[in-house]
């Protein structure tokens, strides 16, 4: 499938480069990291990846790390940089690559998100426009967001506080938006495709919570507070006040209208998409 290609990932020491880069390697491509210098993170990385320093902030830097590149997972780490070297890096790209899978957001996909937020729409328009063959990868929120509700379940706690229990979600296992992500850059047939990733199921954030509790062996309770109390938590956790905001305004329209889902994952990979039980199990010491 992969005619020994060679991909770079981006975004590769975070919640989904690492399952990207390990499912690369499983189909025999070779995989390289873009990792900054001082990255704290690179003992996520399975053997086998070849650490290439540089900085989506600093075009210039990606040269070597794209010498000899045919496709790119391309995450943008919009928490700590803004998108204004974008089309810069996308020149680089369209020098060198043939591929890109872009991790998107379902927000794209619902028309919440505009283009002129230089966000995740603004990638898509920049791609578009582009002659790389991409695809898009419009994910719902991670399981691995649910860590955001670890501090509060270690050492013995019992109760989840953070507003809109009932916000019902299809999060995505991080490793089956990466396997989707891996088959559009290795396998024909997935240029210019824009997939909406999820989850199988729907599940209200107190029902991830309870799921938690079951797996830990310690049963947890929701309890709901105003959603300014956790917007000022979540910008003192470095959260951008417009991210933190436009995602609380999201879980309140998720308390009335579930997000939306898709089969995207077993369709693409052959296997069912992992449900948020596993992801619990595989990641319980964090909660307990």
Request: proline share 5%; charged share 20%.
């Amino acid at each position: 499938m992969n005619d020994q290609r060679t991909v770079l990932v981006t975004g590769a020491t975070g919640n989904v480069g690492p399952h990207a880069a390990a499912e690369l390697l499983a189909a025999g491509a070779q995989v390289r990291a873009l990792v900054l210098a001082d990255d704290p993170n690179l003992d996520r990385l399975p053997a086998g990846v070849q650490l290439c320093t540089g900085d989506l902030a600093d075009p210039d830097s990606l040269d070597a790390a794209l010498d000899g590149v045919d496709g790119v997972f391309w995450m943008w780490p919009f928490f700590s940089l803004s998108t204004a070297t974008a089309p810069a890096v996308l020149k680089k790209l369209e020098q060198r690559v043939h591929r890109v899978a872009l991790v998107s957001s379902v927000g794209v996909h619902i028309g919440l998100e505009p283009v002129d937020n230089n966000c995740h729409a603004y990638l898509e328009h920049l791609l578009e426009r582009s002659t790389l063959a991409w695809t898009f990868l419009r994910t719902t929120g991670f399981m691995a967001n649910a860590l955001g509700f670890a501090a509060q379940t270690r050492d013995g706690g019992r109760v989840v506080r953070f507003p809109y229990g009932d916000a019902a979600r299809t999060s995505v296992h991080e490793a089956d938006l990466a396997a989707v992500g891996v088959r559009a850059l290795l396998a024909d047939g997935h240029e210019y495709q824009s997939y909406l990733v999820s989850g199988p199921e729907l599940l209200t954030q107190r029902e991830q919570v309870h799921i938690i509790g079951e797996v830990i062996g310690r049963p947890l309770e929701w309890q709901d507070v105003h959603a300014e109390e956790a917007r000022r938590q979540m910008v003192a956790t470095g959260w951008p006040p417009s991210y933190a905001d436009g995602a609380l305004d999201y879980f309140a329209t998720l308390t009335k209208e579930p997000e939306v889902g898709s089969t995207v994952v077993a369709e693409v990979t052959g296997r069912p998409a992992r449900t948020f039980r596993q992801w619990a199990q595989e990641h319980a010491a964090a909660f307990d």
